[in-house]
């Protein structure tokens, strides 16, 4: 049986359901996913809400992406519906 295929923002809001954080970085790393900001975008304009903090430090900076507790409860609860 052929295993489905899973599109870049699945894959992304998939990670985000478990209720860790990512960063470009991490999805490059475990995904090779090299879009996220362009993912986590799309993922925004369907409705889903997303929230990031900037680090800053040693002179460089990214983002960190993650959902809050009310989005995860909300979401988890329509996926189980």
């Not at 991490?26 to 809400?49: C, D, F, H, M, N």
């Not at 959902?67 to 979401?75: A, F, G, H, M, R």
């Amino acid at each position: 049986m052929d295993k489905l295929k899973r599109s870049q923002n699945q894959i992304i809001k998939d990670h985000l359901l478990t209720g860790e954080p990512i960063t470009r970085w991490q999805a490059i790393e475990l995904y090779r996913i090299a879009t996220l900001p362009t993912r986590i975008s799309q993922l925004e304009s369907k409705g889903l809400t997303i929230h990031r903090k900037r680090i800053d430090k040693d002179g460089k900076h990214w983002n960190v992406y993650w959902l809050d507790e009310v989005t995860l409860s909300k979401t988890n609860n329509e996926v189980t519906k």
